[in-house]
């Protein structure tokens, strides 16, 4: 489309020459001074296909077109040709469609100055209405293809930045969808490590308390020792099954997006009164402060904790005594549960710790456990303020 143009505007200046000189009627010199001239004109003009548009050499280009034209009008026999004075309106044009909007004005304005150079001339030398009318009309073409002409150059560039608004759009809603599936894909890992958080701790919990009592009961029949006591521990063991049973349902219950009551202090007076009864161990727990609303969402998490913290001692501490306590004050939950275990040289997280330790980052807290003296872990829920 631009090599069009630019062949329709070299074949309109050439028509306009050729009629120009036709009335002109120019002999010998200036007639070469005038074919010389234009061809000076003509090869500015294609340069002009050269340079970028945003150079400074492309707008001075249109300031030595306005002189060649005006250099042209000079040496015309006439006061006024119109068809040398047509180049004016083609530089209007190119200059208009081709600069930005400030530089193209410049142009145009400074088009329009000499354009009127020569009917200055005429009406200093024929001062009648006719010509100052012919000023008048010239005048007000020249600056209504200039306004249109800017008004098309202004429409351009607004839609040159919809659609360059458009492409970020596009690239933005493009990443926003990337950024939705990584979120969704990370929500699927995050809620199957919950699932798997919440098995482990209630089912690994009671599995503890119920192998310990069925290798009891073992130890009762092989060894012919208390018959009863036997009995009593199996029943236990079926009570242990049956309340394992009832936490998995509970779990999926949850999982499900069903209301589940809130494991607060009486639960945990329970969750540790059946451990001891379970497993023989001497479990004196402390619970003071009081509770409110921010701790409603956190406490199902205390309980898993608590639950997680008295399974270890047992499992890998052999602890035969552990103290917890509980401190629910306005903003936060302070734990600490200790065991008289073997304690460890070396911590390595485990399953367990690691669910403990990501239900007390869910919350905002810290965590932190000593193995030099049994074993003891410290931490901190905060209902949802950073600590």
Known sequence: MEKISKYLKFMVLIILFSAALYFENAQQQR????????????????????????????????????????????????????????????????????????????????TVLVSMIKYVYLIYYKFNLSNVSQMAFFLMVNVLILVIACFAQYNKKEREKKEVLYKELVEAH???????????????????NRIAREIHDSLGHNMTALIMQLQMVYFLIKEKVDNEKAQSLLSDSVKTAKDSLSEIRVVVETLRGSDASILARENIRNLIGDFSQKTGTDIQLSITGNLNSQHSNINADLYRIIQECLTNAIRHGKASVIWVSIVYSENAINFIVKDNGTGEKTIEEGYGLKGIRERVKAFNGRLEYDATDGFCIKGSLFGGEKW
């Open 31 to 110: 007639l070469f001074i005038l074919v010389g001239i234009f061809i000076i004109y003509l090869f500015c003009s294609l340069g002009k296909c050269f340079i970028k548009h945003e150079s400074k050499l492309y707008f001075i280009s249109f300031i030595i077109d306005i002189l060649l034209v005006y250099i042209l009008e000079y040496n015309s026999r006439l006061l006024i040709n119109y068809f040398f004075h047509s180049f004016y309106i083609i530089i209007l044009l190119e200059s208009a469609l081709s600069l930005d909007m400030n530089k193209g004005i410049i142009i145009g304005l400074f």
């Open 174 to 192: 493009r990443k926003l969808k990337e950024f939705n599936n990584e979120v969704n894909r990370l929500s699927v890992v995050d809620e199957r």
